[in-house]
């Protein structure tokens, strides 16, 4: 069984930062994508960042580009990802996640991305 385990949620105001760090069991993902997405109350599910493992190609929302980073870590079975100047609408809980199948290239943010491995996500809330 694959397990991811998020951490470094918090409450931040407006502006401020966090770093969220995901654990994946195993100890390589090579050639699989693994991303961060998020969830609010009442809204859709969204990709957030990912990133391809092995190749290094990062994808991000549009709605996070130059405010997000991702990041492996030297673990290559960790994830972080770097927030900084939020918002309140970055309010959500934060999943890490693994795709079950190998591939050589693309969008780790795409839809047809068969992500099947979720952490129990990590709570981010930003005040206004």
């Known amino acids: 069984q694959v397990q991811l385990v998020e951490n470094g949620g918090g409450s931040v105001q407006a502006g401020g930062s966090l770093r969220l760090s995901c654990a994946a069991s195993g100890s390589s993902y090579s050639n699989h994508c693994m991303g961060w997405f998020r969830q609010a109350p009442g809204k859709e599910r969204e990709g957030v960042a990912a990133f391809y493992i092995g190749g290094g190609d990062t994808y991000y929302a549009d709605s996070v580009k130059d405010r997000f980073t991702i990041s492996q870590g030297e673990a290559k079975n960790t994830l972080y990802l770097q927030m900084n100047s939020l918002k309140a609408e970055d309010t959500a809980m934060y999943y890490c996640?693994?795709?079950?199948?190998?591939?050589?290239?693309?969008?780790?943010?795409?839809?047809?991305?068969?992500?099947?491995?979720w952490g129990q996500g990590t709570q981010v809330t930003v005040s206004a």
């Open positions: 996640a693994v795709e079950d199948a190998l591939r050589l290239s693309g969008d780790c943010l795409a839809a047809d991305v068969e992500y099947a491995y």
